[in-house]
C-alpha cells in the first residue's frame, strides 16, 4: 500500500482544511487509516482514525469536535476535513494504515501502523 497526502496549506484561524490521502494498492480496502500530525519539537500525534469499512471512527481529545474522518472505499480515498482551527493545529499531517481484520479496533499508536504517507504541511495564523 502506498499512500500520498494532500491539502496541507496556510489558513487563518478558525478555517476549514479538508486533506486527502490517496492510495494505491489492492489491499486498501482492507486497511485501517488513520491521521497524526507532529509539530516542532513535539512527538507524533494521533489525530483521527476509521475502521477499514468506515463505520467506526475515532478522534483524538484535542481535535474532537472539530475534525472529522472519512472515507471513499471506491476512490481508494481518506479524508479529515478540519474546521475551527486553532494556531495549535499547525504540524505536519501524515496519514497511515493498517491493514486489519474487520472487528479489530482502531489503535491509535504510531508503531501500529504498517504504511505511511509523506506529509502534508498545515499552518493556521492567528
Known amino acids: 500500500v502506498q499512500l500520498q497526502a494532500s491539502g496541507g496549506g496556510l489558513v487563518q484561524a478558525g478555517g476549514s482544511l479538508r486533506l486527502s490521502c490517496a492510495a494505491s494498492?489492492?489491499?486498501?480496502?482492507?486497511?485501517?487509516v488513520a491521521w497524526f500530525r507532529q509539530a516542532p519539537g513535539k512527538e507524533r500525534e494521533f489525530v483521527a482514525g476509521?475502521?477499514?469499512?468506515?463505520?467506526?471512527?475515532l478522534s483524538g481529545s484535542s481535535v474532537k469536535g472539530r475534525f472529522t474522518i472519512s472515507r471513499d472505499i471506491p476512490r481508494k480515498t481518506v479524508y479529515l476535513q478540519m474546521n475551527s482551527l486553532k494556531p495549535e493545529d499547525t504540524a505536519v499531517y501524515y496519514c497511515?494504515?493498517?491493514?486489519?481484520?474487520?472487528?479489530?479496533?482502531?489503535?491509535?499508536?504510531?508503531?501500529?501502523?504498517?504504511?505511511w504517507g509523506q506529509g502534508t504541511l498545515v499552518t493556521v495564523s492567528s
Open positions: 494498492g489492492y489491499t486498501f480496502s482492507r486497511c485501517a
Open positions: 497511515a494504515a493498517l491493514q486489519t481484520i474487520v472487528s479489530a479496533p482502531l489503535p491509535s499508536t504510531s508503531g501500529a501502523y504498517d504504511y
Open positions: 476509521i475502521s477499514r469499512s468506515g463505520a467506526n471512527t
